[in-house]
């Protein structure tokens, strides 16, 4: 099992970037398919982003593609989340979360380890 621990969030303006990092301790981080979410108040957990053990896929959700980039550095345990045009509909608690294998999954149930979450506020 992972244990996760997000960094990074904030208030931001729309248009403004940020940039969240998660770091992993446990066991082999580079085990793990590592994965972005997020939940805004009264919605359902969104997939944001996934990459692949070693970096070379990525998937990413429709309404961030184009504005975020989802990395990992395997040499210190840490996947980032490069959130740039930030909106509005950004705003929400973004969860960095894993699984094992090696297929990318977008739905928060395929995930068994989930970190506290970190609050992204975009402010107009």
């Known amino acids: 099992q992972a244990q996760l621990v997000e960094s990074g969030g904030g208030l931001v303006q729309a248009g403004g970037s940020l940039r969240l990092s998660c770091t992993a301790s446990?066991?082999?981080?580079?085990?793990?398919?590592m994965a972005w979410f997020r939940q805004a108040p009264g919605k359902e957990r969104e997939f944001v982003a996934a990459?692949?053990?070693?970096?070379?896929?990525?998937d990413y959700g429709d309404s961030v593609k184009g504005r975020f980039t989802i990395s990992r550095d395997n040499a210190v345990n840490t996947v980032y989340l490069q959130m740039n045009s930030l909106k509005l509909d950004d705003t929400a608690v973004y969860y960095c979360v894993a699984r094992g294998g090696a297929v990318l999954r977008r739905n928060p149930s395929d995930y068994a380890d989930w970190g506290q979450g970190t609050q992204v506020t975009v402010s107009s």
């Open positions: 990459i692949s053990l070693i970096g070379g896929r990525t």
């Open positions: 446990g066991r082999s981080f580079n085990n793990y398919i």
